[in-house]
């Protein structure tokens, strides 16, 4: 983990481990202080650009040994590709790419010459760069021997631009509670029950300053939230219902309702999923984590909200107590659903949560949920996708995935996918055929929504990186959806 980032101006000192030099595809004339630095380099950097061993395309790199009086031990240039296709998701994917590359050189600190090279995008890319190098050193394993991973400890920025002071301890926020996420969903299900995984947030949340209160099998039941504990009904660890308050009461402030499915593993249930890759349901509490820690850096960072935050939280296992194929499930509304797949568990807790979230008359709701595997195939692993009511919402959360690099998509969602969830014996059915899965998903949860803005998130697709391909990834969680959220609050509070 990285312990120290800080803005210095852009002078050396020839005590520099290595200084990262980004540079765009194509602008080969050096200027500023990159100059300055090729002039005590002996001109190592242009020779690289002009031998064309250098190209600066997107991600590409090169490290240079220097042997000079007063200059850095090494330099890494850094291709950020075509400037006109620079974009918030490629600066932390170049941020990501620069520092998995110290990390496996062993370098223990790094300067980044985030100046004049990269001219005016200092204050808008600094964000995302430093995210994405940050949460590159990430890694996660419980072995017996704790492995002495080398790590960056220390990321120095040098740049005049004054507002970096300011980005830095924004993103340093940002950081820890999406490295929170992935510790949550890394972490296997025989660790994070639902008891666990409601202990570590309230513990968190606290120290955050955000109030939580615990919900055990016996207050749900009470509450008359069935899905939530009929879906839970086949684990030998109980159901949580996790109520986070955040500015609670704050009449002036908008008021926002988080919700988040948290199922600690999915194996589908009774209507049981193949072996293959079941592993990653350890991570379908992703929604929850996603909640949870943005309502914690929510507050860290004091936003002018106000942030209720709920999370059904139940495993989803196979035993003589299990619901099964043909139960019809009564939610807290009241309303009925018919059980066709076991599998389809998210939407039944969700119907309980989200109905719920009327009783805080709340602005707007947004959930998160790792919902469908059709959303996978629709979007792919780096666009979650979003269906609402509200479109001045969506257009919102657009622009907030824009700026975060954590891009979401719209698909549509009217009155056709409402028709196609209706129950036969029952208000309504878990599931309805293979035809456009993840927005009949979100028409079911839609019925439990009464008429507040509503946007649902489905995390499917971005919650797990299998391969770690993507630089500032590690294989496992990913994280995705804290600087989203937090982009996307940020613009409720300006509104
Ligand atoms: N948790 C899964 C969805 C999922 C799939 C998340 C892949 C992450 C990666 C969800 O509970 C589920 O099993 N959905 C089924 C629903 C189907 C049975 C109607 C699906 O999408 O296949
Ligand atoms: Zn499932
Ligand atoms: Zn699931």
């Keep these: 983990m990285i312990r120290s980032i800080v803005r210095q101006s852009p002078k050396f000192t020839g005590e520099e481990e290595v200084i990262v030099v980004p540079l765009f595809e194509g602008e080969t004339r050096l200027s500023g202080s990159a100059r300055k630095l090729d002039v005590l380099c002996r001109s190592a950097i242009s020779d690289a650009l002009r031998n064309n061993h250098f190209k600066s395309g997107a991600g590409e790199t090169l490290l240079l040994r220097l042997s000079v009086p007063k200059g850095p031990a090494y330099v890494l240039l850094l291709g950020l590709g075509l400037r ?13 790419a620069a520092s998995k590359l110290l990390k496996r ?28 190098f940050s949460l590159a050193q990430y890694s996660f394993a419980i072995k017996a021997k704790k492995s002495k991973s080398i790590t960056v400890k220390k990321l120095v920025f040098m740049t005049d631009a004054s507002s970096a002071a300011e980005t830095i301890r924004h993103c340093k926020v940002v950081v820890e509670y999406t490295e929170k996420v992935r510790d ?11 008891a666990r995984m409601a202990e570590e947030v309230s513990s968190f949340a606290k120290k955050a300053g955000v109030r939580c209160r615990i919900l055990k099998p016996k207050d749900i039941a009470k509450l008359g939230m069935g899905a939530v504990i009929d879906v839970g009904k086949g684990s030998h660890h109980e159901q949580r219902f996790i109520e986070m308050h955040y500015n609670k009461g704050k009449s002036k ?19 049981i999923k193949p072996w293959s890759n079941m592993n990653e349901m350890k991570g379908d509490m992703a929604g929850g984590a996603v909640v949870a820690c943005s309502i914690a850096a929510a507050a860290k960072l004091k936003l002018p909200v106000e942030i209720v935050g ?65 959303v996978v195939v629709a979007l792919g692993t780096r666009i979650a996708g979003i269906m609402g009511n509200s479109q001045s ?33 029952s208000d309504f059915k878990n599931y309805s055929g293979r035809d456009g899965s993840s927005i009949t998903a979100a028409a079911l949860l839609g019925e439990f929504v009464d008429e507040t803005p509503w946007v649902h998130v489905d995390i499917a697709g971005t919650f797990w990186s299998e391969k770690g391909s993507v630089p500032y990834h590690s294989k496992g969680a990913t994280g995705y959806g804290v600087d989203l959220t937090l982009r996307y609050l940020e613009r409720i509070a300006g509104s």
């Design 310 to 374: 709920l999370i059904p939280c139940v495993e989803n296992l196979l035993d003589g107590l299990s619901f099964r194929p043909g139960d019809i499930v009564t939610t807290y509304s009241g309303k009925t659903i018919e059980i066709l797949s076991t599998d389809a568990e998210g939407r039944v807790i969700l119907a309980d949560a989200l109905a719920y979230a009327g009783e805080f008359s709340p602005d707007v709701i947004i959930d998160y949920a790792t919902l469908t595997g059709a």
């Design 393 to 425: 919402n969506m257009d919102l959360l657009l622009r907030a995935g824009e700026q975060s690099g954590e891009p979401v998509w719209q698909l549509p969602l009217d009155r056709r996918f409402s028709e196609m969830v209706k129950g036969d014996i």
């Design 84 to 96: 006109k296709e620079f974009d918030h998701e490629q600066s932390a994917d170049a941020g990501g």
């Design 184 to 194: 949550l969903v890394n972490q296997p299900a025989n660790q994070m029950t639902p």
């Design 105 to 132: 050189h062993r370098f223990s600190s790094a300067h980044v010459l985030f100046h004049d090279t990269i001219e005016n995008i200092v204050d808008e890319y600094l964000h995302s760069f430093i995210k994405g």
């Design 253 to 271: 402030l908008p008021k926002v309702c988080l919700v988040g499915k948290a199922v600690t593993f999915d194996s589908g249930g009774i209507s």
